[in-house]
């Protein structure tokens, strides 16, 4: 595989990419979701058709087009069809309740939504559309659509109902075969709108172009090592940059994407090993521990795995890779205003390496660490914010110019309002949210210290520390467990646990155990999990003495 021979990585846009991978890779499988396989000529064929119908419908180049659906083969070949001709795919988080629906529907300025009755189990987008909008009472498709909440709203289609459901005209969606459409060829466009997943309240719509999303997509085929009979198995949602990056890594590169409908550990287990898949990509903790410690899983099965990305504490991603032992396991550092991911760890890098560090920034990127309080750059090893600039950012905040100008620090370099330092190597080390430090009695302590070390204890498959406010120290920590299903643990052994193993003002004074996670997209949004803190059950570590 020779990423050389496309175009210039910044002049590269969806359509270029999937075109010259149909010329390169034809029938290479691009695509493997719901059953389906599809080669790079075949998807080309699918996202033309259904270009076709969404320019039918009227829909101009940089036009808002919404996608509200589970994972599903349609909701790729659309977007695939939007990117081509210039029309702007709004990914909507399936896991939304009304509320949040009604706020990004109004404030992305969607004309058109596609939503699908698949999965109605997990949720059901027409009765929360209903409820949100009484105008949908008796409307179907081909009358005209008011509605005063949403007022660029003009159509609505669903996808697997039955023929004559009024929301259902799917042909119009489809398209005939057409000559290929007037392919999108301008880097600078939008090549899609994706909202910050949720870790606070306010969720922000994020401009990608096509500069920012194939740049990635190029360098991380460049970090892995890409080639043309790689198979890549992602089971992330893709409303989120964590799908949408490796199937931009694997356009560039001919390489098969492996998508996954719903997440269950043991039909995931059975997938990668007939799939014979070669990359693994969970990267979040609640889906690695469910696939590894599943009674299916074993490392001989999975022999033709080469690499795994996962995200966590230096001691979790131990116990991963030591699970997993033949194939390379790395992590990664990004957000979704820098294209996703802007780092991941060399092949080569040695095991601490992969497990402290989240590696140097890929091609395209440069990264500085910046004094919070002073603005000064900091010394190599110096503790800051990681600051980022290049090819791959966005290109603001929707229809919110103030905020797009509050990330932004003079010479281009965006704040992540991540804490971290540098390595003698440039590798990142990534200590947290800035908001996640914690002030204990003075002293400065990163959530993700704490976390690493709850995660070495027998028994805790994850642990995630908040910081609490406290009359005698100022701030605290809180920790929230998920134990494996056998173990026992109690709040008072965890604390017995951690006393002369680290530094008394990082015991956490709090100790909650958990089943299940708020999530938002794929992060655990540890506003959440604030609430559940109550003051009369602050831990006195005197007793323990």
Known sequence: ???????????????????????????????????????????????????????????????????????CLEYLLLFHACAMVG??????????????????????????????????????????????????????????????????????????????????????????????????????????????????????????SHRALEGAGHALAERFRMQADDRFWDPLPFFHMSTMLPMACCRASGATFIG?????????????????????????????????????????????????????PPDLLRRFAAQLPGAVHVTAYGLTEAGGVIAFNELDDTLDQRVETSGRPMLGSEVRIVDAETGEVCAQGGVGEIQIRGETLFSGYHNDAKKTGEVFADGGWLRSGDLGALDADGRIRYLGRLKDMLKVGGENVAAVEIESFLCTLPGVRVAQVISVPDNHLMEVAAAFIELAPDAVLSAEDVVRACLGRIASYKIPRYVYFVAEWPMSATKIQKFRLREQVHSADRIELAKYR
């Not at 969806?14 to 998807?43: I, K, P, Q, S």
């Not at 698949?118 to 659509?145: C, I, N, V």
Request: charged residues 20%; glycine residues 8%; hydrophobic residues 40%.
């Open 87 to 208: 029309i702007r795919p709004v990914h909507l988080n399936s896991r939304y309740k009304a509320e949040d629906l009604r706020y990004v529907i109004r404030d992305s300025d969607i004309r058109f939504l596609v939503t699908s009755a698949r999965q109605r189990e997990f949720a059901d987008f027409e009765d929360m559309l209903r409820e949100l909008y009484p105008e949908l009472a008796g409307w179907q498709y081909g009358q005209p659509l008011s509605i005063a909440a949403a007022p660029r709203l003009e159509g609505l289609f669903q996808l697997d109902v039955a023929a004559d459901h009024p929301w259902g005209a799917v042909g119009n969606l489809l398209g005939e075969a057409v000559d290929p459409p007037a392919y999108n060829r301008d880097p600078e466009q939008i090549a899609l709108i994706m909202y910050t997943s949720g870790t606070t309240a306010e969720p922000k719509a994020c401009l990608l």
């Open 260 to 312: 996954v409908g719903h997440f269950e550990p043991g039909p995931a287990v059975q997938e990668i090993v007939t799939e014979q898949a070669t990359v693994l990509f969970p990267s979040f903790p609640t889906l690695t521990n469910a696939l590894f410690t599943h009674p299916d899983f074993s490392p001989e099965a999975l022999h033709k795995v080469r690499l795994v990305n996962n995200v966590g």
């Open 1 to 71: 595989m020779q990423l050389s021979s496309l175009p210039p990585r910044e002049t590269l846009t969806v359509a270029r990419t999937l075109l010259g991978a149909a010329e390169r890779f034809g029938e290479n499988e691009a695509l493997v979701m719901d059953g389906v396989h599809l080669t790079y000529r075949e998807l080309l064929l699918a996202a033309r058709r259904r270009a076709g119908g969404l320019l039918a419908l009227g829909l101009q180049p940089g036009d808002h087009f919404g996608l509200l659906m589970p994972n």
